[in-house]
């Protein structure tokens, strides 16, 4: 058979391009090394429930366009991301903004943050993390004195 088009992979790209390319009465061929469509975002379904095989994904946009296109497929509901975290008691903005740096250390500008963030790393030196917390601090450290060094 002859193909109009050759598409690898089967994500949001491919399967689109395949749909609305076939609409328009051409003929694609879609390979993919995975046994099912979909890419990253694919779920299965598993005692009735769908589960996301790759990860949650957070679908958004402010194009009406686009917006208007995917419920055509399946009915998007309204959703904004908006996680906190739980520290000592303590309800915290993320990912870290100027409202968690305030809430934190009482800091109103972002060079007042940076400059807390920088005094707070140079008394922490951890060799061996042995936790999570004790990793992260590790990291930011290494980062940040790699970066202004």
Known sequence: MKYDYLI????LFGAVFAYEANKKG????VIDKREHVGGNIYTEEIEGIN?????????HTSNKEVWDY???FAKF???TNSPVARYKNEVYNLPFNMNTFNKLWGVFTPEEAKAKIQEE???VNIIEPKNLEEQAIKLVRKNNIRKTS
């Not at 589960?51 to 679908?59: L, R, T």
Request: hydrophobic content about 30%; overall charge positive.
């Open 8 to 11: 690898i992979g089967s994500g």
């Open 26 to 29: 051409k003929k694609c061929l």
């Open 51 to 59: 589960v996301h095989k790759y990860g949650a994904h957070i679908f």
């Open 70 to 72: 995917v419920n055509g």
């Open 77 to 79: 509901n309204r959703y």
């Open 121 to 123: 790393l140079t008394q």
